[in-house]
């Protein structure tokens, strides 16, 4: 072998034994800076996170640093003899390096900073009792139906506006339940005969504590028992509303809205003026009507008010006359017929008719082993009160028809659905009046 050659080749290999010996000494410093860290994290508690969790959009990640371009190779002549000797030891290759002086301690990093809004499950538990109260609604009168989604659309807009107001949004899961919660209120205005809600207008805003509380009271058909100045506050805020383009306003809103204010707004009240201005006086008519409801109350016997929930319920039973749970109470009864049972509403009617048990049997058109089934039960005296969703009356319930009235079965047709109000209006029309009843042909 060339002597040249081997030369070179000696240098490369004493580079190549230099560069072993620098990655060692790399790994030994990250082991010991891993040592530290679990030395001081130990001291801690172990409970300090490394990085504090982000509570809002991440930082745009920095632009990757690239490494310059290479430059040109460019072969270096191999160090003499004597220039090796005179370089300081460190600068040897393949000579042993002095180990590095120990790190400063890792300091902990700061605790996140906890979400600050409203609880994470604020939107489920609203949305939960909305679904809860749906069945009781249509027992409210109107003013108290009115009131009971007003309530509930001011503690939505109680969690968005707080949030949307500090320039930040929900979570996407928590954005869209919200929006389901606002769409649902807007449709059971529309459904269930309710009158204007201002709460759902996002272009109306007022202290949505004091507003949820005042339509609290009202759903439970009492007077709102506020402090005056927070009725003032109300009162001015609704009159407010009265203006707005897209509000739907009869006459008699604005006459109920003028009569209300005038029982805690002063008579020169800039506000209330305006109002009576622009929308006219009163007449004595609506003033005997708002004195009627404003002396109105619906207390416990130890008198606590009775929570909104519960008063929806106490208005079922009260709704329901003696004469129908006469009929109804400890009765073991059929719903038959429908494509679709509906818990909440069986729920509902086991509760207000006071029934033993209510099944629900679905019959989809033109079967007839359903009806054939129910048959059999009738004869074997299994139900004592049949309700007959008579739109899927058809020649195949003939035989289970002729059963309920040999074995002496009450039976109600229900030709316009299965609501309580419904069931008590026909149970009175076709079982206490039953000259009226015309059987579905």
Same mark, same amino acid.
């Given at each position: 072998?060339?002597?040249?050659?081997?030369i070179r080749?000696?240098?490369?290999l004493r580079k190549a034994?230099?560069?072993?010996s620098e990655?060692?000494?790399?790994?030994?410093?990250?082991?010991?800076?891993?040592?530290?860290?679990?030395?001081?994290r130990a001291?801690?508690?172990?409970?300090?996170?490394?990085?504090?969790?982000?509570?809002?959009?991440?930082? !745009?990640a920095?632009?990757p640093?690239?490494? @310059?371009? =290479?430059? $040109? %190779?460019?072969?270096?002549? #191999? +160090?003499? /003899?004597a220039a090796r000797?005179?370089?300081?030891?460190?600068?040897? !290759?393949?000579a042993?390096?002095s180990?590095? @002086?120990? =790190?400063? $301690? %890792?300091?902990?990093?700061? #605790? +996140?900073? /906890?979400?600050?809004?409203?609880?994470?499950?604020?939107i489920?538990?609203?949305?939960d009792e909305?679904?809860?109260?749906?069945?009781?609604?249509?027992?409210?009168?109107?003013?108290q139906?009115?009131?009971?989604?007003a309530?509930?659309?001011?503690?939505a807009?109680a969690?968005?506006?707080?949030?949307?107001?500090?320039?930040?949004?929900?979570?996407?899961?928590?954005?869209?339940?919200?929006?389901?919660?606002f769409?649902?209120?807007?449709r059971?205005?529309?459904?269930?005969?309710?009158g204007?809600?201002?709460?759902?207008?996002?272009?109306?805003?007022?202290d949505?504590?004091v507003?949820?509380?005042?339509?609290?009271?009202?759903?439970a058909?009492?007077?709102?028992?506020?402090?005056?100045?927070?009725?003032?506050e109300y009162?001015?805020?609704?009159?407010?509303?009265l203006y707005?383009?897209?509000?739907?306003?009869?006459?008699n809103?604005a006459?109920t809205?003028?009569l209300?204010a005038q029982?805690v707004?002063?008579?020169?009240?800039?506000?209330?003026?305006?109002a009576i201005?622009?929308?006219g006086r009163p007449?004595?008519?609506?003033?005997r009507?708002?004195?009627t409801?404003?002396?109105?109350?619906?207390m416990?016997e130890?008198?606590?008010?009775?929570?909104?929930?519960?008063?929806?319920?106490m208005a079922?039973?009260?709704?329901?006359?003696?004469?129908v749970?006469?009929?109804?109470?400890?009765?073991?009864?059929?719903?038959?017929?429908?494509?679709g049972?509906?818990?909440?509403?069986r729920?509902?009617?086991?509760?207000?008719l006071?029934?033993?048990?209510l099944?629900?049997?679905?019959?989809?058109?033109?079967?007839?082993?359903p009806?054939h089934?129910l048959?059999e039960?009738?004869q074997?005296?299994?139900?004592?009160?049949?309700f007959?969703?008579a739109?899927?009356?058809n020649?195949?319930?003939?035989?289970?028809?002729?059963?309920c009235?040999?074995?002496?079965?009450p039976?109600?047709y229900?030709?316009?659905?299965?609501?309580?109000t419904?069931?008590?209006?026909?149970?009175q029309?076709?079982?206490?009046r039953?000259q009226?009843?015309?059987?579905?042909?």
């Amino acid at each position: 072998m060339d002597r040249p050659v081997v030369i070179r080749l000696g240098e490369e290999l004493r580079k190549a034994s230099g560069a072993l010996s620098e990655a060692a000494t790399a790994l030994a410093r990250i082991a010991e800076l891993l040592a530290d860290l679990a030395v001081e994290r130990a001291d801690t508690g172990g409970t300090q996170p490394l990085a504090p969790v982000p509570t809002s959009a991440p930082a !745009p990640a920095p632009a990757p640093v690239l490494a @310059p371009a =290479p430059s $040109p %190779v460019v072969r270096a002549e #191999a +160090p003499s /003899p004597a220039a090796r000797s005179e370089a300081p030891a460190e600068a040897r !290759p393949g000579a042993p390096t002095s180990p590095p @002086p120990r =790190p400063a $301690p %890792v300091r902990p990093l700061p #605790a +996140p900073t /906890p979400y600050v809004g409203p609880p994470k499950d604020a939107i489920d538990s609203l949305a939960d009792e909305i679904d809860e109260a749906m069945p009781y609604l249509s027992f409210l009168t109107r003013r108290q139906r009115t009131a009971q989604v007003a309530s509930w659309a001011g503690r939505a807009r109680a969690i968005q506006d707080p949030v949307r107001d500090r320039g930040e949004t929900l979570p996407g899961d928590r954005a869209a339940a919200l929006r389901s919660v606002f769409g649902r209120l807007t449709r059971v205005t529309r459904e269930m005969d309710c009158g204007w809600v201002d709460a759902l207008s996002q272009d109306w805003s007022m202290d949505w504590e004091v507003y949820s509380a005042y339509h609290r009271a009202i759903a439970a058909a009492n007077y709102p028992d506020l402090p005056l100045e927070r009725e003032q506050e109300y009162h001015r805020a609704i009159l407010a509303g009265l203006y707005l383009p897209q509000r739907r306003l009869s006459p008699n809103d604005a006459a109920t809205a003028i009569l209300e204010a005038q029982q805690v707004l002063a008579p020169d009240d800039p506000d209330l003026a305006k109002a009576i201005e622009r929308f006219g006086r009163p007449d004595s008519t609506s003033l005997r009507s708002l004195a009627t409801r404003r002396t109105r109350r619906l207390m416990r016997e130890d008198g606590r008010p009775v929570d909104p929930k519960e008063e929806m319920r106490m208005a079922t039973k009260r709704f329901v006359p003696d004469t129908v749970l006469a009929i109804t109470r400890g009765k073991r009864a059929l719903m038959a017929g429908g494509q679709g049972a509906r818990e909440d509403h069986r729920l509902a009617l086991v509760e207000s008719l006071d029934l033993a048990e209510l099944e629900w049997v679905t019959v989809e058109k033109k079967q007839s082993a359903p009806f054939h089934r129910l048959e059999e039960r009738i004869q074997a005296g299994t139900y004592d009160l049949v309700f007959f969703l008579a739109a899927h009356s058809n020649h195949n319930s003939g035989a289970f028809v002729r059963a309920c009235k040999e074995r002496g079965v009450p039976l109600v047709y229900l030709s316009r659905g299965y609501s309580v109000t419904t069931v008590v209006h026909e149970v009175q029309e076709q079982l206490l009046r039953p000259q009226n009843v015309a059987e579905p042909t």
